[in-house]
């Protein structure tokens, strides 16, 4: 500042005051005028201070510019940040809302299994009952027509193999019209006979006959009849030797009531479709049928036989035992005797009707008090296959 004739400088702490004078010697001798010289000292302190400001000004520019330019940076991240956050917020509460979902979802699928399958069972059941209902109310009809339907196969059965086929296994040859829809069953038409589709032989059937001694009523159907049940009812080494004795024979000695013992061609023949155990003698071709034997005795056991045979060798003979007579036979092995028994035995008891290895046929728990069912069985099937018990 200036006043008078001095200057004073200011500073925040100190202060400077120039006494100013109105000559003012310089140093290379002139003298200037005072006043001039505190002016341009003036102008220059002043121009010097205005810099100064200038430079603080432009200082403070560029610290508050710095100052902005990293709050600028903090602020930025600052949202960046909670953008994130927002959008894990954001992905979370999606998260929980799909698993919300899900659990409903498995809960509705759940429920709707459960009615279904309730609705199912009740269905289900519903059925049944009303299939019972209406088996019971048709089930009586079914008995009495099931009971007609064998009567009618069981008066005709002497007459026709297919009523004796349907009296006796009515049960499963029987057929039901069905649980709701009943109809009575139709009534076949038996007759006496039947007419053949085809009489004529097959050079296969003709070769089979050639071999095979039969009597003039015998068929085709009789012999190949017998040789399906003898095979299906002995073993394979039977069945062998009964082959070899149906188609060529064999040398066998035989003891007779009377005269000397004497070897004879046996074999098997068909009378009328029954098995004859048959032997050349000196009226022509002589036989036993194997359902007139009453028992296959080995040993000595006969009249015929205590009387001639040979006591050493009782092992090796063998009688077929009948109401009037026996055929008494000498084999020369053991073993050969054996097998003949054993194929006789066989044979024996298939013509007695007693299958080996077969169960005789028996009527249910329901059936055994009745005098019905025990009366149409032995009308079928004989008394020979009846148990024991029904025998009497």
Not at 5 to 28: A, C, M
Not at 75 to 96: C, D, G, H, M
Not at 136 to 165: C, G, S
Request: include cysteine; glycine fraction near 6%.
């Amino acid at each position: 500042s200036k006043s008078g004739d001095e200057v004073n400088l200011l500073f925040p702490d100190w202060k400077v005051s120039f006494e100013v004078h109105d000559t003012i010697e310089q140093t290379d001798g002139t003298i200037s005028s005072g006043s001039k010289l505190i002016s341009e000292l003036l102008a220059y302190l002043l121009d010097i201070l205005k810099k100064s400001h200038h430079m603080k000004l432009l200082e403070r520019d560029f610290n508050s510019d710095k100052v902005s330019f990293k709050q600028s940076a903090a602020y930025l991240q600052t949202i960046s940040l909670r953008n994130s956050s927002f959008k894990a917020v954001s992905s979370e509460e999606s998260l929980l809302q799909l698993c919300l979902y899900l659990k409903y979802k498995e809960g509705y699928m759940i429920v709707e299994k459960t009615v279904r399958d309730f609705r199912l069972n009740q269905k289900s059941l519903a059925f049944k009952q009303w299939v019972q209902h209406t088996k019971a109310r048709t089930d009586r009809k079914m008995e009495v027509d099931r009971h007609r339907w064998r009567l009618h196969a069981t008066a005709n059965q002497e007459i026709d193999l297919q009523a004796w086929y349907h009296a006796l296994f009515y049960k499963e040859v029987y057929r039901l019209r069905g649980y709701f829809w009943y109809k009575d069953a139709v009534l076949p038409s038996y007759r006496q006979s039947y007419d053949l589709v085809d009489n004529a032989l097959t050079p296969l059937e003709e070769a089979a006959l050639a071999h095979v001694l039969c009597s003039p009523d015998t068929s085709y159907g009789d012999v190949a009849g017998q040789m399906f049940v003898v095979q299906a009812v002995i073993p394979p080494a039977q069945f062998g030797l009964f082959q070899q004795l149906a188609a060529q024979g064999a040398q066998v000695v035989k003891y007779p009531r009377q005269g000397r013992p004497a070897k004879k061609a046996f074999r098997f023949s068909f009378v009328e479709g029954n098995i004859y155990l048959t032997w050349k003698g000196k009226f022509g071709n002589q036989g036993v049928g194997m359902g007139e034997v009453t028992a296959v005795l080995p040993g000595i056991g006969t009249e015929v036989l205590k009387w001639s045979a040979q006591a050493a060798k009782a092992e090796q003979y063998l009688s077929l035992v009948c109401a009037d007579r026996s055929v008494d036979l000498f084999f020369e092995t053991v073993e050969e005797r054996n097998s003949w028994k054993d194929l006789l035995v066989a044979l024996h008891a298939k013509e007695q009707g007693r299958l080996l290895g077969v169960e005789s046929m028996e009527l249910a728990d329901d059936e055994r008090d009745s005098l019905f069912e025990q009366l149409v069985l032995y009308s079928s099937i004989g008394k020979l296959l009846l148990p024991e018990a029904d025998k009497s």
